[in-house]
C-alpha cells in the first residue's frame, strides 16, 4: 500500500530539517511512499512580496529575488558541500521562469500573476529535497503537480477538475511501484499549462487529493505541533491534544479556522475512507492526532478557534429598503465574485453583516461594487472567536475584558467577534 507523506515549509525551513525529513523517510518500513511538499520556510511570504511589488512596478523586485535565492542557494551549500552539484543548475533553471515574467509587463489580472509567481516555491524546494534523497540512497523520482492536479482558470482558488485528476493518477502509481516520488503541494494546472494555487496553506488538500485518487493507505501531514490542539498552546496554556477525532469534527474544526489543516482537506479523505495522522515533524516517534471513522469525540474538551486579522462589514441599502430574499442573493454573490469567504453572518431586517479575513485587494474590489447602491460600515483588525461544544462559564472567562462585535450561538457551537 502507499503511504502520502506530507511536509510543511516548517519541515523544510532550513538544511537540519531537510535532513530530518530524510530520517522520517529512511525510517518507514513501507516502501511506497509519495512526498508532499510546501515552499520552504517563508518563502511563500517573499514570493508574494515579490508578486506585489513587481506588479506595483516599485524598484525593489530584484532584491527581493536576489534574497530569494540566496536563502536557497544558502540551504543548498550546507546539504550538498559544493556547487558542482546538478542541483544548483536545476534550481537556477527554475528561477529562470521568474526572471522571464519579470521582464514583461504584468498581466492586467493581479491573481494570475500571483500563481505564476508564487507556485515556483514549491518547485524550488521539491527539487532540492529530491537530489538530497537521492544523495542519501533513497531512490526518489520528481514530478511535476501540474501533470496530475487539473484546475480552471480561478486564480489563487484553483477548483479541481476531478475527474480529469482522478484519470492521470494510474501513471502516478505506477511510478510508486518503482520508487519514491516527490511532487508539489498547493499547485495544479491549467488546460492552457498555466500554474494555479489551491489557496493559501493548501498543501493539506494538494496531499489529500493525491491520497483519495491512489487509494493510499493513509496521509501523514507533518507538523510543528504535537498533534490537533483543543486551541492555539501560544493562547490558552491549557491546551491538550486530540488522540484522535472523526472526520466529521475534524472538518467543523477546520471550516471554523483550525489552522493545523486545510478546510478542504477532509472530505476527499472521508470519501475515499483514507485515514489522516497529524504528527510531530521533531518527534516522529510520537503517533499525533488521528482521523478517521472509527473515532470517538470527546465532548468534554471544547475547541477553541481564533481567527486574527477579520474585518466586520455592515452593508444597507441606501433607501432604508429592508434585505429581503432578493437582495441577500445579489450580495452573497457579489461577495462571492469578490473572491471573500464568509466566515460568519448576520442579517437583520435592515443590513446584513458579514466577517472575513482582511485582504485589502479583495474588499476593496467588494466596495466599490457595492458603495453606489449600499451604505457600508466596516471595522479593522478584530478578532473572531469560535468555540465547539462550548461550557457558558469557560466561555464568560475567555470573554473577560474584550469587547464584543457580534455573537452567534447554536447547539454546539458558539460564535463571538471581538475588539
Do not use: M, P, W
Given at each position: 500500500m502507499i503511504k502520502v507523506f506530507k511536509f510543511g515549509g516548517f519541515a523544510v525551513s532550513d538544511a537540519e530539517s531537510v535532513k530530518n525529513l530524510v530520517k522520517i523517510i529512511s525510517t518507514t518500513s513501507s516502501a511506497q511512499i509519495l512526498i508532499i511538499v510546501s515552499a520552504m520556510g517563508k518563502t511563500t511570504d517573499a514570493l508574494e512580496k515579490l508578486c506585489k511589488s513587481y506588479v506595483e512596478g516599485n524598484n525593489d523586485v530584484q532584491e527581493i529575488l536576489k534574497a530569494i535565492k540566496h536563502f536557497h542557494e544558502n540551504i543548498m551549500i550546507e546539504l550538498f558541500e559544493t556547487k558542482v552539484h546538478p542541483v544548483f543548475d536545476e534550481i537556477a533553471n527554475t528561477f529562470v521562469e521568474i526572471e522571464w515574467m519579470l521582464e514583461d509587463e504584468p498581466h492586467p489580472d493581479y491573481d494570475f500573476?500571483?500563481?505564476?509567481?508564487?507556485?515556483?516555491?514549491?518547485?524550488?524546494?521539491?527539487?532540492?529535497?529530491?537530489?538530497?534523497?537521492?544523495e542519501n540512497k533513497i531512490d526518489t523520482k520528481w514530478v511535476d503537480a501540474r501533470d496530475f492536479i487539473h484546475t480552471d482558470n480561478t486564480y489563487r482558488e484553483g477548483i479541481i477538475d476531478m475527474n480529469k485528476t482522478r484519470s492521470s493518477m494510474p501513471i502516478l502509481k505506477n511510478m510508486l511501484e518503482k520508487q519514491t516520488v516527490i511532487t508539489q503541494g498547493f499547485i495544479g494546472g491549467t488546460s492552457e499549462n498555466f500554474s494555479t494555487t489551491l489557496g493559501r496553506e493548501g498543501s493539506d488538500y494538494s496531499a489529500a487529493i493525491f491520497a483519495s485518487c491512489i487509494n493510499a493507505e493513509s496521509l501523514t501531514v507533518w507538523k510543528d505541533v504535537p498533534g490537533i490542539m483543543n486551541a492555539d498552546p501560544r493562547l490558552f496554556e491549557e491546551a491538550k491534544k486530540y488522540e484522535e477525532l472523526p472526520y466529521s469534527e475534524a472538518l467543523e474544526m477546520a471550516y471554523y479556522g483550525a489552522t493545523v489543516i486545510h478546510p478542504k482537506t477532509i472530505k476527499p479523505l472521508q470519501n475515499a475512507g483514507v485515514p489522516l495522522f497529524v504528527r510531530p515533524f521533531l518527534f516522529p516517534e510520537e503517533m499525533g492526532t488521528r482521523i478517521d471513522s472509527t473515532a470517538k469525540l470527546n465532548t468534554d474538551i471544547s475547541a477553541i478557534i481564533v481567527k486574527q486579522n477579520q474585518m466586520l462589514l455592515s452593508i444597507s441599502l441606501k433607501d432604508f429598503s429592508f434585505i429581503d430574499e432578493?437582495?441577500?442573493?445579489?450580495?452573497?454573490?457579489?461577495?462571492?465574485?469578490?473572491?471573500?469567504?464568509?466566515n460568519m453572518m448576520q442579517r437583520s431586517a435592515l443590513s446584513l453583516s458579514v466577517c472575513f479575513n482582511q485582504d485589502e485587494t479583495k474588499f476593496n474590489k467588494l466596495y466599490d461594487t457595492l458603495k453606489d447602491?449600499?451604505?457600508?460600515?466596516?471595522?479593522?483588525?478584530?478578532?473572531?472567536?469560535?468555540?465547539?461544544?462550548?461550557?457558558?462559564?469557560?466561555?464568560?472567562?475567555?470573554?473577560?475584558?474584550?469587547?464584543?462585535m457580534m455573537e452567534q450561538f447554536s447547539r454546539n457551537t458558539a460564535q463571538i467577534i471581538l475588539q
Open positions: 500573476n500571483y500563481d505564476q509567481i508564487v507556485s515556483i516555491g514549491e518547485f524550488l524546494s521539491s527539487r532540492i529535497v529530491a537530489s538530497y534523497l537521492n432578493h437582495i441577500l442573493i445579489y450580495l452573497l454573490q457579489i461577495i462571492s465574485e469578490a473572491h471573500i469567504k464568509l447602491r449600499f451604505k457600508c460600515k466596516y471595522n479593522e483588525g478584530l478578532d473572531l472567536l469560535t468555540v465547539r461544544h462550548f461550557k457558558r462559564d469557560k466561555l464568560d472567562t475567555i470573554l473577560a475584558g474584550r469587547t464584543v
